[in-house]
Nanobody, 124 residues
Framework: EVQLVESGGGLVQAGGSLRLSCAAS???????IGWFRQAPGKEREGVSC????????YYADSVKGRFTISSDNVKNRVYLQMNSLKPEDTAVYYC??????????????????WGQGTQVTVDS
């Protein structure tokens, strides 16, 4: 069974940086893996997702140029480096694994395994 555990969230000032980490067990990179977020009163949205097997990466327009997804295949960890954070980035961030189509790499309905989430709060 795949288990995902996020860490690295916290409170940061606008313009600051955080690095989220997702520790995966029972997992192979045959799955796509992604970072999603959900702010209060808003739908869950895909922030960044990648498929190692397909060599494809997706970033939401709102985070392009600021966030970077990466992985350590030896440690079975996936990271989300978040720079130039804005108050609108405030949300619970989730790591997820699944089998999305390449056309909808961050389509959350195609992700089967989810972590418990980590809170990111950006203070203006």
């Amino acid at each position: 069974e795949v288990q995902l555990v996020e860490s690295g969230g916290g409170l940061v000032q606008a313009g600051g940086s955080l690095r989220l980490s997702c520790a995966a067990s029972g997992f192979t990179f045959d799955y796509a893996i992604g970072w999603f977020r959900q702010a209060p009163g808003k739908e869950r949205e895909g922030v960044s997702c990648f498929s190692s097997s397909a060599g494809s990466t997706y970033y939401a327009d709102s985070v392009k140029g600021r966030f970077t997804i990466s992985s350590d295949n030896v440690k079975n960890r996936v990271y989300l480096q978040m720079n130039s954070l804005k108050p609108e980035d405030t949300a619970v961030y989730y790591c997820a694994a699944g089998s999305p189509t390449l056309e909808r790499l961050c389509g959350y309905n195609d992700y089967y395994y989810w972590g418990q989430g980590t809170q990111v709060t950006v203070d203006s």
